[in-house]
Every structure is written in structure tokens, then in C-alpha cells.
């Protein structure tokens, strides 16, 4: 079946991309395929694009590298008759490589006013908008693939998604619940489900859900696979059971691409979610510290990097920790846009380093004073509260040797 409908671009309906295009929505694993077509000769601009967005993907600075030959290639493949929706997907590659989501996240927008059936552009689209922290901007691209009659799960997970990231609980409800009707294996459907239940606090619910499907996971891509286990240990652990929470880090979460930025953001994050509940986690920093420690200087996302932050000063890594937020502060110099690294990683990140002090609790304050702006970081809400699990840690820490040394 083909995803996208229409002929004005027989490029997109190329087997390889259609494949590629099920695989990204589906969250699988098999992606690569269509690397061993592009290096194989093909001659297809969309194609060689596609596999740019492999690399992109891996959100590190090595990734970014092997991605360029991609997009060069897609850019020397392109026609003057090429399409407008070519020419737009692969500029937004070529943005996103270069860093400025913005003018990606435009291109891909613009696909969609033309193309409001064209899933790959709205996928990629929701993945740079998370990232950015353009949270407004979700709800926009979903309202350009809203008006499809019949659509396939994946448009109503996008829309759930969008919209629960809005508040908009009821509509999110609605698409989440209606896609995985259609999809009962839709990962990101089911993902979005759960939000929704986290959203109206329906935590037995949330976590119910999620223990049924949790099989389904099996052939998703790690990110999603890692990332759906985090929800389920976090509901764990909300209701006190930590012996389940460790135990689905140990069998679910650290287990799978432990050099990828997302399983890392997963791991950190549920170490210090399971910490700041004053719980012992035993050596899984150690490991876990050692990988986030090569990507501490990649600088691609304020999330990830206060998320690396926490885990260099949790192992006491302080001198990578200094350079991460030296890089922290350079990247806010150099941004175009300075709010999101400069205004509120920059100042989260020395609170992350610096720990409660004696005159309060900076990061709480921060946390508190930039609570309007911190979706800028990236990711999600549940995400971001890394950061507040995080102060309550230190918090405990400092309680701890304050009554010891007492
Ligand atoms: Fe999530």
C-alpha cells in the first residue's frame, strides 16, 4: 500500500522510500535498508535524503558527518524539473544538518500545505519539532494532515501526539484511541495513548496499557522500545515499586544501542528519577556514564546535554562536566536563536553542576522561573522533569551529609 498518494512525485513512490517511509512511522529497525540501495548506485535525490536522515537521526556530531555525503548527493541528484516537494525535502535535510530547525521544520511545512497526505514530511516534521521545543508548531503540522479521510493509524498518532503535547487531552484521547483501533501495534499510537492517560492521571491505567503491549515492542526501533520500558518503570516507581523499576533497567533499558543518544537520555533519566525517590541504584552509573561521556561535547540538544551534565557530576566527572557547559555557553553564543541554549540550558546546566547551595535551591528556582520557556529545551514534559527529579536528588544528597556531618 502506498502511503503517499499521488503521481506529482513518482521519487517518493519509489518501493525503497515507501518502505522506508513504514519503517520511520512504524519505528522499526529496518531503516538501513535503503542505505544499501543508495550506495549501490541509485540515482534517486529522495533516496540518497532518506539516508541522510539515518544518520541525522543518531543526533551526534559523527552522525552529522556521515550524513553529508547523503545530502550532497541528494542535492546533485536534484533536476530543475524536480518537484517542489523534492526540492523542499531535501533543503530540509540540508537545514536540519545544518542546524537551523526553524527553516527545516518551514520546508517540511510546506510539503504538507501541498501534500497533506505526505507522511514522511509530517513524521520528520514531529521529530524536529519535539527536538526544538515547537510545541505550538506540532499542532499546526497536525492540522495540515488532519483533513484525510481514512486515515491510517500513523496520521491519527502524530495528531494524538501533537495534541496531548497541547493539552488538548480530549482530541489527543480521541486520535490515540481510534489509531490504535486501526493499528493495535502502532508504537507511536500506543505511546500517545499513554500520555493521554498520564495527562488525565489515570497512572494504573497508563501503566496497564502499557504492560499489555509492551511484546509489541520487540521489533521497534530502540528509542521507542527503550523509551516506552522508561514510561512503565517511571509508573513503577511512582507506586513505590523500585525492584520493578531497576529490574526493567536491567532487562529492558540498558540493554540495547547503549552508544545512542535516546537509550542514553532513557537510561540517565530513570537512574536519577529512581535517586531522587532515595533509592540505591548500586554501579549502573558507571556504565552508563562511560557511553554519555562521548557524547558530552556534540552539543546538538539542550535536553540531552543536561542530561549528560547529570550524569558526568553523578560519577564525578567534573572536568568533562566544565567543558560540557563551556560547550553549553559557545553554543548559546553561536545560535542564531540564543533563548534556548544561552537563556535556559546555559543557566539550568551550572544549577545542574552547582547543586543546591546555601543561599537556596537555584536549579528549583530556575526550574520554577523559566517554567514557561523550558519546552524550548526539547522532548517531552514527562522528559523534561528529569530536571526537577534531578534538584529533588541533590536536594536529599545534601540533607544526607548535612545530618551526617551534624
Ligand atoms: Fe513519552
Not at 522510500?17 to 548506485?41: C, K, M, S, Y
Not at 547529570?310 to 563551556?326: E, Q
Amino acid at each position: 500500500m502506498s502511503l503517499i498518494i499521488g503521481t506529482a512525485c513518482p521519487n517518493f513512490d519509489a518501493p525503497t522510500v515507501i518502505e522506508f517511509t513504514n519503517e520511520l512511522l512504524r519505528h522499526g529497525t529496518a531503516l538501513e535498508e535503503i542505505r544499501r540501495h543508495v550506495d549501490a548506485g541509485s540515482e534517486n535525490p529522495i533516496e540518497h535524503a532518506c539516508c541522510a536522515t539515518l544518520f541525522m537521526f543518531l543526533q551526534t556530531r559523527e552522525g552529522q558527518e556521515q550524513a553529508e555525503p547523503y545530502i550532497a548527493s541528494a542535492e546533485r541528484l536534484l533536476k530543475n524539473d524536480s518537484s517542489q516537494v523534492e526540492k523542499h525535502f531535501v533543503s530540509a535535510i540540508r537545514r536540519w544538518h545544518s542546524g537551523d530547525l526553524p527553516e527545516a521544520i518551514r520546508h517540511l511545512n510546506e510539503i504538507l500545505k501541498a501534500r497533506p497526505d505526505h507522511l514522511l514530511a509530517a513524521k520528520i516534521c514531529q521529530i524536529l519539532q519535539l527536538n526544538a521545543g515547537d510545541v505550538e508548531g506540532m499542532l499546526t503540522t497536525a492540522g495540515h494532515i488532519d483533513a484525510q479521510a481514512g486515515a491510517p493509524s500513523f496520521r491519527h498518532g502524530l495528531i494524538a501526539f501533537a495534541a496531548q503535547q497541547n493539552k488538548l487531552v480530549d482530541k489527543a484521547d480521541t486520535h490515540a484511541k481510534k489509531g490504535c483501533e486501526i493499528t493495535p501495534a502502532d508504537a507511536w499510537c500506543q505511546h500517545a495513548q499513554a500520555h493521554v492517560y498520564l495527562a488525565q492521571g489515570k497512572l494504573d491505567d497508563a501503566l496497564t496499557f502499557l504492560e499489555e503491549r509492551a511484546e509489541s515492542w520487540d521489533t521497534r526501533s530502540s528509542f521507542m522500545y527503550t523509551h516506552n520500558w522508561w514510561h512503565i518503570a517511571l509508573l513503577h516507581l511512582h507506586r513505590g515499586d523500585v525492584t520493578a523499576a531497576l529490574d526493567i533497567f536491567d532487562t529492558h533499558i540498558w540493554t540495547q544501542r547503549k552508544h545512542h543518544v535516546q537509550d542514553q537520555l532513557n537510561a540517565i533519566s530513570l537512574l536519577v528519577h529512581i535517586e531522587a525517590e532515595g533509592h540505591d541504584v548500586g554501579s549502573r552509573w558507571a556504565d552508563v556514564s562511560r557511553h554519555a561521556k562521548d557524547r558530552a561535547q556534540d552539543h546538538l540538544s539542550p535536553l540531552f546535554d543536561l542530561h549528560v551534565l547529570c550524569a558526568m557530576v553523578r560519577t564525578g566527572k567534573s572536568v568533562i562536566a566544565r567543558k560540557t557547559l563551556k560547550g553549553i555557553e559557545q553554543a548559546g553564543r553561536l545560535a542564531k536563536d540564543k533563548t534556548r541554549w544561552h537563556d535556559i540550558a546555559l543557566p539550568l546546566g551550572q544549577a545542574v553542576v552547582q547543586g543546591a547551595s546555601d543561599s537556596g535551591h537555584p536549579l528549583d528556582a530556575l526550574l520554577t522561573d523559566l517554567s514557561p520557556q523550558l519546552h524550548l529545551l526539547g522532548g517531552s514534559d514527562e522528559q523534561r522533569d528529569t530536571l526537577h527529579a534531578w534538584h529533588r536528588f541533590q536536594t536529599k544528597s545534601k540533607e544526607l551529609t548535612s545530618g551526617a556531618a551534624a
